[in-house]
């Protein structure tokens, strides 16, 4: 028994921040933007638009793009570090907007990566015949923890949702996941505030220590992108897709060299969206596939790091 993708969704928040924007708010200039990250703009979220309004809009792209209903779903999994709330997690509250009753709904904080882990974990469920149908999600509104005037986040971070549906198959599918952490680094990329730790009402907010996190982030990836090839026992030509977290245009440069892909066959979205965190794979790949590049029996490598550090990479025949 193996997972397929049988319909993606996306939604973006209609407010758009361009460098010209940022360069009216702090001592930046879109040139410098434009040139260290790819970046031109991103979409933030209205205000009193949250994480589960945006999973929402994606989820049912999603849906109608399966040809299935809410009813069809027996699993919900949700990537996100930033819910709505502490709790109901954003899985179950989705659940219920949807209507969908009965099934396990959750979500899972792996900040970056946080949709490649909901991905796996949904691939476990299905592979293990627990569940049919899964609708697997990555939402994120970074522009709430993200503080606007400051030079090394503001530029980077943006709003959105993306979505999946996972149906059970005999093919796959989903042909292999790989997760990966590793805590000792979690001085690098956190946010200053949270909940058992204390929220500071003037406004917690992402700290990055960027050029670090950044050279860490070429390394680890390429090491990935390795041992997904390694075991599926398939050489980098076979990919027909690089599916990549969208944080830096430089980034996923080196990526696409490490795999000897032309930028051609990389989706990117990181200068109109920005870094989404968890949404910004489902993000991708939904813009791929409805623009007609990403076809069905395609070979889709994706990949992703983030705070943590957490990263992984998912091997898909779509
Ligand atoms: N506008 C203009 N200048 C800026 C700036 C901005 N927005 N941000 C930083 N600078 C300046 C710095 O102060 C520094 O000046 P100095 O040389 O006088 O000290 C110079 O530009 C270089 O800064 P540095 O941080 O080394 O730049 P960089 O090339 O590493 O780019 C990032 C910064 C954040 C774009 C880049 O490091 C990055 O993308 N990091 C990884 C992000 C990431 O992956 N995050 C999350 C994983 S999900």
């Not at 809410?70 to 709330?85: E, F, K, N, S, Y």
């Not at 994120?140 to 606007?148: A, D, F, Q, V």
């Not at 909940?195 to 990055?208: R, Y």
Request: include cysteine.
């Amino acid at each position: 028994m193996y997972s397929r993708i049988v319909g993606t969704g996306s939604y973006l928040p209609v407010g758009v921040l361009t460098n010209a924007d940022l360069e009216k708010r702090m001592e930046t200039s879109d040139a410098w933007i434009r040139e260290r990250t790819g970046i031109r703009r991103r979409h933030i979220a209205a205000a009193g638009e949250t994480t589960v309004d945006m999973a929402e809009h994606a989820a049912r792209a999603a849906l109608d793009a399966a040809g299935c209903v809410a009813a069809d779903i027996d699993l919900i999994v949700v990537g996100t570090c930033t819910p709505d709330v502490v709790l109901p997690n954003p899985g179950a509250m989705l659940q219920g907007r949807l209507g969908n009753r009965g099934g396990p709904a959750f979500s899972v904080e792996a900040a970056c990566s946080g949709f490649i882990y909901a991905l796996s974990l949904a691939d476990k469920f299905i592979r293990s015949g627990e569940s049919k149908r899964a609708l697997v999600v990555g939402a994120e509104t970074l522009s709430r923890i993200t503080n606007p005037t400051d030079r090394s986040t503001a530029i980077l971070f943006g709003d959105g949702a993306g979505a999946v549906v996972l149906a059970a198959d005999d093919k796959p599918g989903v042909m292999s996941t790989h997760l990966r952490a590793d805590g000792g680094y979690a001085d690098l990329l956190y946010c200053t505030g949270g909940i058992s730790k204390g929220h500071d009402p003037a406004g917690d907010h992402i700290v990055l220590a960027g050029s670090e996190v950044f050279r860490h982030a070429v390394t680890i990836l390429g090491r990935i992108v390795d041992e997904t090839l390694a075991a599926n026992g398939l050489d980098r030509s076979a990919i027909d897709w690089l599916v990549p977290h969208q944080a830096n245009i430089r980034i996923i440069q080196a990526a696409a060299r490490k795999l000897n892909m032309p930028m051609e066959r990389v989706i990117v979205t990181v200068e109109d969206h920005g870094n989404t965190s968890a949404a910004s794979v489902p993000l991708a790949l939904d813009v791929g596939v409805r623009d007609g590049r990403i076809k069905r029996g395609d070979l889709l490598l994706l990949e992703a790091f983030g705070a943590g550090f957490t990263w992984g990479a998912a091997l898909v025949r779509y």
